[in-house]
């Protein structure tokens, strides 16, 4: 089902679209399976930002840059969590991401993509599966930074491998 290793560029995000979630699902086990990158899974049924926050501390995903007497809010951890991604080697997986609430999904995305245009030696990378992906890239070429050599469309195509089932 899957193409040999080497058509996967784990130096990409990754967005599979197309065909059913059981065979996406496949896909991605299959994938995954032949890749020697840790994978980090977050849950299917995350929809809100503050599942996105609780599934960062579980997993603890986010190294503090200072101690508090208490806990720490949510934009703190998120701060944190964006600064454990630039220097960390993993993979986060988010299955069948058309769930996920809008706002929050694509500020996510723009962070991760913006993310590795800024530092091409970014570790961590993102896979999704969703049931379409022609609306989720049209709205990552609204919201993402352009750079002095690409427009924000060449950031996404630039940023994204696209596997369409």
């Given at each position: ?160 491998q696209i596997i369409d089932l």
């Open positions: 089902m899957i193409a040999l290793k080497k058509d996967i560029n784990f130096q990409k995000h990754i967005l599979i679209s197309g065909k059913s979630e059981s065979e996406r699902h496949l896909f991605l086990n299959e994938m995954l399976n032949h890749s020697d990158i840790e994978a980090i899974f977050f849950p299917k049924s995350m929809k809100q930002f503050s599942e996105y926050i609780d599934t960062v501390q579980s997993k603890n995903l986010f190294q503090p840059h200072y101690v508090t007497k208490g806990k720490y809010n949510s934009n703190q951890i998120l701060d944190f969590h964006l600064d454990w991604i630039a220097e960390n080697n993993c993979l986060f997986v988010w299955e069948e991401f058309q769930y996920m609430k809008t706002p929050w999904k694509l500020e996510i995305l723009r962070l991760m993509i913006n993310n590795l245009e800024a530092n091409h030696q970014s570790a961590t990378k993102i896979i999704i599966t969703t049931d379409d992906s022609i609306e989720l890239i049209t709205d990552l070429n609204h919201i993402v930074n352009k750079t002095d050599y690409k427009t924000k469309e060449q950031v996404v195509e630039s940023n994204f």
